[in-house]
């Protein structure tokens, strides 16, 4: 694997804890207020949560396949997570503020 592969699991990972721990504070917060605004939050970070699973899923499992060496995708992919923790980490800081 090269680094930007490398780079993009470990930002992945990131995402991942910082969803899980959005996804907590959100489940309580449902249980709280019963607001469908947070019930819908809940919604969102599990699904994105989910999807972060598969990505790693995909990046250990698929990496023979046809482009998965090619370096400007591993560069894509690692810009496309690089702007999803700057989007998890707002709104983190915004929901644990």
């Known amino acids: 694997m090269d680094a930007p592969t490398i780079a ?4 992945t990972a990131v995402n991942s804890v ?3 721990s959005l996804a907590v504070v959100w489940f309580r917060n449902y249980q709280r207020f019963r607001s469908t605004m ?4 809940l919604a969102f ?3 994105w949560l989910i999807e972060n699973l598969v990505a790693i899923a995909f990046f250990f499992s698929s990496m023979s396949m046809l482009y998965s ?3 400007l995708v591993g560069q ?3 810009g496309m997570r690089i ?3 700057i989007a998890v980490g707002f709104l ?3 929901t644990l503020k």
């Open 8 to 11: 993009g699991i470990a930002l």
């Open 38 to 41: 947070v019930l819908g939050l």
């Open 69 to 71: 060496t090619d370096p």
């Open 45 to 47: 970070s599990v699904v």
């Open 76 to 78: 894509v992919v690692l």
């Open 83 to 85: 702007l999803e923790l």
């Open 92 to 94: 983190s800081y915004v």
């Open 18 to 20: 910082l969803l899980a």
